[in-house]
């Protein structure tokens, strides 16, 4: 099962940008659905952004569209989540994920998570 680490969180401004990268080892990247999710405290997680599991197609939430960018290096089996433009409700723990599913947002499916990097936004 493919392990992975999250890394990229902080603080930031409304407006302003992070990048998020997750990390996999332990399996080989193209083999899975891979995906990002947040999660506040007692909420259910979240889709964010995601690829087909070819890894040619991008899917993402209506409310981040346009403001994030997912990407990958395959070479190096990392992922990243460019988010720009952030606002205060983008405030979350931030998960990457793998799914071995095809093609699916709901993390039920996804079976490998990271840790969890916290992304805080204040107005």
């Known amino acids: 099962q493919v392990q992975l680490v999250e890394s990229g969180g902080g603080l930031v401004q409304t407006g302003g940008s992070l990048r998020l990268s997750c990390a996999a080892s332990?399996?080989?990247?193209?083999?899975?659905?891979m995906g990002w999710f947040r999660q506040a405290p007692g909420k259910e997680r979240e889709f964010v952004a995601r690829?087909?599991?070819?890894?040619?197609?991008?899917y993402y939430a209506d409310s981040v569209k346009g403001r994030f960018t997912i990407s990958r290096d395959n070479a190096k089996n990392t992922m990243y989540l460019q988010m720009n433009s952030l606002k205060p409700e983008d405030t979350d723990v931030y998960y990457c994920?793998?799914?071995?599913?095809?093609?699916?947002?709901?993390?039920?499916?996804?079976?490998?998570w990271g840790q969890g990097t916290q992304v805080t936004v204040s107005s």
């Open positions: 994920a793998a799914s071995v599913s095809v093609g699916t947002s709901d993390f039920r499916a996804y079976s490998s």
């Open positions: 332990g399996g080989t990247f193209s083999h899975y659905t």
């Open positions: 690829f087909s599991w070819s890894g040619l197609r991008t």
